[in-house]
């Protein structure tokens, strides 16, 4: 059980900097969540973490102690790789117990965690096999055993589910979840996967070209983006950006092909928070489920400022809802809206932008000022 | 982590070291044996300059001999490319024993060059005009008289009878390799072909062909480079041959320096021998890890 | 179509008789007993089947001052058994090495490795035997292994750094953070998965080994020690030696690295594509 903290990492390769002066703390038992797109430095920061890359700048402790030059094998982690590793000539039981028998644990204590470690996974039937007999789902069970068999200090979990298919990822997701839980291990998890992040992680590190854009819980991540990233990386469909203009008086966002009314209870916070921006360009970030088909609404909730006409594109069924790709003039938005919904391809539909909900950037820096 | 270092490098320090004196080292020992006058069996290391360079190429037996090495390297491998994958194309054909084939087409590979000359040297013996033996004799059986020569005895045609010994040995191995990358194509690839509809001949022609040229890259190199080198199969075939008709650089080389004890001349001899084959081989293996980085 | 395909079977058998033409010269030839051989009926079957040759050449004939093969034939034995078990552990260190301990240089020399693989070894003879006359290896059976040895570093060290760069890092990496260091690593997982290649390795340091001529030839001059290549050409170029006595010694020189091919065939098919580089 330990805290584990980044003070200024930096990593170099050549020319490139992979990791760019990153400091996070880690707090004993949290689960926290390393994402962002490919060769964004997650996993080279696991990697630091786990010893297996060197640190060009910077230190790293793990429960107080600079682990900076401490081999891989004396920090007292174990890691999960994203294509497991399992060593193929060893069984089952072998390979989860490789690391005790190389720190000379007495035989009977290996053979009470691996099999405890077993049959919390419920691979016990599994354990005289080789891993080439077992099926994805399994050999991520073995992999996770190895893991959980050395009783480390921290779990490094390198997108230990991206190899395995949908259905089972779900549900190894939540498996996942409970176990660290149960174990109250420390652990960073490293994804791609921006759902994963959010379903798994107390708090979630965002990450983009060596560089932390965002270190906050699932929720706050979401509803509060520090940039235009932030807020197109979290979310599924992404947040709609438009470039808009705010007018002087915080009352009207000009988006060019169409105006939106900024509703009266909002224009004092805006003008507040935004005045260095009345009267100047900046982009409006909406989320696809703020915005509403009208002919879908309660008249009461009804903003008549806010609604614009918009022609529908596209029109995706995804079962309970619907995504529409509308469009007009140079905005082009997509709504996610309920399986009841009116438009149909081709025509038109007003909706309706639930500017309670916006996300205003500076067009120039990107970062969000409401 | 400083040790595992350290240990790295002590694993393969031993590997390093001999390659250093046994390769880079003698390499260039014997270039400078080249440039002296240790012609006779004491050791002498006056420095002669080119002496024993200009000499060689003055040598009625060098000329021919490196005549002969070009008229062996190309007749060898275009043939064996060929045959080679003429072979390996038709063994794609769904054939019925396509692994007993294979195996008979690749065994020569087994066997040792010594072996290959010997048997070949009796096949090839020519007999006299009224007793023809070995090919001679067959030809005459099934008709084909007209094709009947002297073989390596002939000096007209010497070190090329040498040439389908080799052919026989080497041609198996073409085979393999091109074999080896037809079956690497994705059969997607086939399929996509025959729906825009080329025939099997532009099949082969179009898709199957320039994406084996790597194929056909690195089989001139490894045939060209043991061509070029050819020494057992010589030796024990034909030996230096009627007027030298059936010589090669190794071979004099070898005759020169341990028989006739002209290190000297030998090195010299070994350096040109060397330059030949780097010719070949450095553009090769700079090109071949280059496209391994890339990778 | 039905006529392309009986061409493509002509074609295919008419090559399978060439390839197989020198074998039945030398079956037929080394079977046949001394009354019967004339190289007037080479291409007949013998009319009974007789050992005589192949007794005469392995057991030679003193009264002719002929020696026979079978002191050559173990000279081979010793000579390839260590050299072939040897050079492929030698390769495999440096695979391991250069393909998961990656250093700065190591770019750099295993190209230097790999070009002593090409080199035409008579530009290294001269300075060879002077060097092991020195350390009193020339004409030694030790000092041919050695040579093997280290003219086999190229080679090996190819097949295996290319079988090596299968193997995920991920594994090697897996086994530091179980606590495993530089050599527990290459003994408890690197060995342990390396068998394929070195069946591969091994049957091609054995075959070459076996066929050798030059290095025998050069650095074995003592008829004692010499390899069996050497002793067969010996044997073939001496002219009162019958032709079915030098196919008799050509078959048993042949059969080796034959039976390696017949039992072990897909390993060494491996081997000669590696070997070609077709995987760098």
């Known amino acids: ?370 | 982590m400083q040790k595992d270092k350290l240990y790295s490098f002590l694993f393969i320090l031993p590997s390093i070291i001999l390659i250093a004196i046994f390769v880079y080292f003698f390499i260039f020992w014997t270039g400078f044996i080249s440039l002296t006058d240790w012609n006779d069996i004491f050791p002498s290391f006056n420095i002669v300059g080119l002496r024993n360079y200009i000499e060689l190429f003055q040598n009625f037996r060098f000329q021919i001999s490196m005549k002969n090495t070009l008229v062996f390297t190309a007749l060898f491998l275009v043939s064996s490319l060929i045959l080679g994958f003429l072979l390996a194309i038709f063994l794609d054909q769904k054939i019925r024993g396509e692994n007993i084939f294979r195996n008979i087409y690749l065994f020569p590979m087994a066997i040792s060059f010594v072996v290959t000359g010997v048997v070949w040297r009796w096949i090839l013996n020519p007999g006299t005009i009224n007793n023809p033996v070995g090919l001679n004799q067959i030809l005459d059986k099934i008709g084909l008289s007209f094709l009947k020569s002297g073989w390596y005895t002939d000096p007209k045609i010497g070190i090329k009878a040498v040439v389908i010994a080799a052919v026989w040995q080497m041609s198996g191995y073409v085979m393999a390799m091109y074999l080896a990358g037809i079956r690497g194509i994705p059969s997607e690839l086939f399929e996509a072909a025959q729906v825009d509809g080329a025939n099997m001949w532009q099949v082969y022609r179009y898709i199957v062909l320039p994406l084996l040229r790597p194929i056909t890259l690195g089989a001139i190199i490894i045939l060209g480079h043991i061509s070029l080198k050819i020494f057992d199969l010589v030796v024990a075939m034909t030996g230096s041959g009627a007027g030298f008709s059936c010589d090669v650089p190794a071979l004099f080389m070898y005759d020169t320096t341990f028989r006739g004890n002209h290190f000297a001349q030998g090195a010299s001899i070994a350096i040109i021998l060397l330059l030949m084959v780097g010719v070949l081989i450095i553009p090769y293996l700079r090109y071949s890890l280059k496209s391994e980085v890339k990778r | ?280």
């Open chain 3, 1 to 280: 179509m039905k006529i392309g395909r009986l061409l493509i079977y002509f074609f295919l058998i008419l090559f399978a008789i060439f390839y197989l033409t020198p074998i039945y010269v030398l079956l037929v030839t080394s079977l046949k007993s001394f009354v019967e051989v004339d190289l007037k009926t080479m291409w007949r079957l013998p009319k009974t089947i007789s050992i005589e040759s192949f007794i005469q050449a392995w057991k030679g004939d003193p009264k002719r001052g002929l020696r026979g093969l079978s002191q050559n034939f173990m000279n081979s034995v010793y000579l390839v058994i260590p050299a072939t078990i040897l050079s492929a552990f030698l390769g495999s260190m440096n695979g391991y090495v250069l393909t998961k301990w990656r250093f700065k240089g190591a770019d750099i020399i295993f190209p230097m490795l790999l070009f002593g693989m090409f080199i035409p070894y008579q530009s290294i003879l001269i300075p060879l035997v002077q060097v092991l006359q020195k350390i009193k290896l020339y004409s030694t059976i030790p000092g041919l292994i050695f040579v093997h040895i280290v003219y086999g570093i190229p080679i090996t060290t190819l097949i295996f750094r290319n079988y090596y760069s299968t193997i995920p890092s991920e594994l090697i990496e897996a086994a530091k953070i179980d606590g495993a260091d530089f050599v527990g690593i290459y003994r408890r997982i690197v060995l342990p998965v390396s068998m394929p290649a070195f069946a591969v390795v091994m049957i091609w340091q054995f075959t070459s080994i076996w066929n050798d001529f030059l290095f025998g030839l050069v650095v074995a001059p003592n008829p004692s020690v010499q390899p069996i290549t050497v002793a067969l050409n010996n044997l073939a170029g001496s002219y009162f030696v019958q032709w079915n006595i030098q196919m008799a010694g050509a078959l048993i020189t042949a059969l080796p690295p034959l039976i390696v091919y017949i039992f072990l065939g897909r390993y060494f098919m491996r081997g000669l594509l590696s070997g070609s580089l077709s995987g760098v």
């Open chain 1, 1 to 370: 059980m330990a805290e584990v903290k980044l003070e200024n990492v930096t990593k170099k390769f050549g020319d490139v900097i992979a990791v760019n002066n990153v400091s996070l703390d880690i707090k004993d038992k949290e689960f926290i969540v390393l994402v962002g797109p490919s060769g964004c430095g997650k996993t080279t920061t696991l990697r630091m973490i786990a010893g297996l890359e060197e640190i060009t700048s910077g230190n790293i402790y793990i429960d107080g102690r600079i682990v900076n030059d401490v081999p891989p094998k004396d920090r007292d982690i174990a890691m999960v790789f994203q294509n497991y590793a399992l060593y193929p000539h060893m069984t089952v039981y072998d390979n989860m117990a490789f690391g005790l028998k190389l720190r000379k644990y007495p035989k009977s204590e290996i053979d009470r965690r691996v099999k405890a470690a077993a049959e919390m996974l419920g691979i016990e039937n599994l354990l005289k096999r080789k891993p080439k007999e077992l099926s994805g789902g399994q050999r991520q069970r073995v992999a996770l055993g190895r893991a959980i068999v050395r009783e480390p200090k921290v779990f490094l979990m390198d997108e230990p589910l991206s190899n395995l298919d949908a259905k089972l990822r779900v549900q190894m997701r939540a498996e996942l979840k409970k176990l660290q839980r149960t174990l109250g291990v420390t652990t960073i998890y490293v994804t791609h996967d921006q759902t994963e992040a959010m379903t798994m992680g107390d708090r979630i590190v965002v990450m983009k070209d060596g560089v932390v854009q965002q270190v906050d819980d699932p929720l706050t991540v979401y509803e509060k983006p520090n940039n235009v990233f932030v807020a197109g990386f979290i979310g599924s469909p992404p947040m709609n950006f438009i470039d808009a203009t705010l007018s002087e008086d915080a009352k009207i966002l000009d988006l060019g092909s169409f105006k939106l009314g900024i509703p009266s209870d909002m224009q004092s916070f805006v003008a507040e928070h935004a005045k260095n921006y009345l009267g100047k360009k900046v982009i409006l970030g909406v989320r696809p489920e703020h915005i509403y088909e009208v002919a879908l609404m309660k008249t009461e909730d009804l903003i008549p400022e806010a609604v614009a006409d918009l022609k529908v594109e596209v029109l995706e069924p995804m079962g309970t809802e619907v995504y529409l790709y509308l469009i007009n003039g140079p905005v082009s938005v997509v709504a996610r809206v309920s399986a009841e919904t009116r438009a149909r391809m081709g025509e038109n539909v007003k909706v309706m932008f639930d500017l309670r909900k916006m996300h205003l950037f500076d067009p120039v820096t990107q970062m969000a000022i409401i």
